[in-house]
C-alpha cells in the first residue's frame, strides 16, 4: 500500500537492509484457518514464500492460544505445520518451519501452564503477549512460577501496550526479572501508530530488545515488513548485536 511507502520517507535508508542476517522469524501466524493469520494453505505458502523472499532461511509459526477465543492446541498445531509442510516439499519451496504458540496472559493461562503442556521453542523459549487494554493483575505470579520451572519467557512486542507508557519502570522491571522482549519490526515503520513507533525506537535505543519478529498475519503485514527494511532503527538493532534470532 502506497501509504506505507509515504510515511515517514524523510529519513529512509536507501538500500533496503538484507533480513538473512537474522536467519530465524520466531513470531508469525501461518497455520492455515486457526487464528486471525492466513485463512487458508494457500495464503500460508504465499506468506511463507514472501518470508523466504526477504532472506528468512527459518520460521517458528505462533498462533494464538487465547482463553474461550482460540482454544488452539498440540492437538491442531502440529498437524496444521505438517500441512504447510507437505505443500511446501510438494512446491519445492526450500525454508524451516516450525510451530509454537502465542501464549495471552488471561485468566484460563495459569490452567494451561499447570497442565504441563505449553508449546515452547528453542531454550524452552515461551511466547507470551498481554492484552492491549490492561495488565493481567497476576502476570508477576505467573512468570515467577514459568522462571522456576525453566521456561525462558519473551514478551511479544512490548511497544503496543499503551498503558504502560507513562510508567516506563514498568518495562524496566520486566527486564529485571529476566523477561526477554520481542519488537515487532513492522512497528518501526508506523504502521501501528506513530506512538507504537517511538516507543518501539526508545527500547532500541535503550538496548533493551532480544528479538526481532514479523508478527506476520496478512499480506499488508508482509508490504509493511518489507518496507520496515529501509528504517534506520531496524539497522541499529540489527547493529546493536543484541538479537538472538540468529540462534535458534
Do not use: C
Not at 98 to 113: M, N, P, S, T
Not at 167 to 187: A, H, M, V
Amino acid at each position: 500500500m502506497q501509504i506505507f511507502k509515504n510515511l515517514f520517507s524523510s529519513s529512509k535508508l536507501t538500500k533496503p537492509i538484507d533480513l538473512s542476517v537474522l536467519k530465524t522469524d520466531m513470531h508469525s501466524h501461518l497455520i492455515p484457518g486457526i487464528d486471525d493469520g492466513a485463512e487458508s494453505l494457500d495464503k500460508s505458502i504465499e506468506l511463507i514464500t514472501g518470508l523466504a523472499q526477504l532472506g528468512y532461511q527459518k520460521l517458528i509459526t505462533t498462533p494464538h492460544i487465547q482463553g474461550d477465543f482460540y482454544k488452539n492446541s498440540r492437538q491442531n498445531i502440529l498437524p496444521g505445520l505438517e500441512q504447510i509442510r507437505r505443500e511446501l516439499k510438494k512446491q519445492n519451496i526450500s525454508i524451516q518451519i516450525d510451530a509454537a504458540a502465542e501464549y495471552l496472559i488471561d485468566d484460563q493461562f495459569e490452567a494451561k501452564y499447570k497442565s504441563g503442556d505449553l508449546i515452547t521453542f528453542g531454550d524452552k523459549y515461551l511466547l507470551v503477549e498481554f492484552s492491549y487494554f490492561n495488565e493481567h493483575p497476576n502476570w508477576k505470579r505467573f512468570f515467577f512460577e514459568l522462571q522456576i520451572e525453566g521456561f525462558n519467557i519473551i514478551l511479544a512486542h512490548p511497544e503496543r501496550y499503551s498503558y504502560w507508557y507513562r510508567n516506563f519502570s514498568k518495562y524496566e522491571e520486566l527486564k529485571d526479572r529476566g523477561i526477554l522482549f520481542q519488537l515487532n519490526t513492522i512497528s518501526l515503520t508506523g504502521y501501528y501508530s506513530i506512538e507504537v513507533k517511538k516507543m518501539a525506537e526508545t527500547f532500541i535505543d535503550k538496548e533493551m530488545i532480544d528479538f526481532a519478529g514479523s508478527d506476520l498475519h496478512n499480506l499488508i503485514y508482509l508490504e509493511a515488513l518489507q518496507n520496515a527494511r529501509f528504517e534506520h532503527y531496524l539497522e541499529k538493532l540489527i547493529n546493536s548485536g543484541k538479537l538472538l534470532n540468529a540462534k535458534l
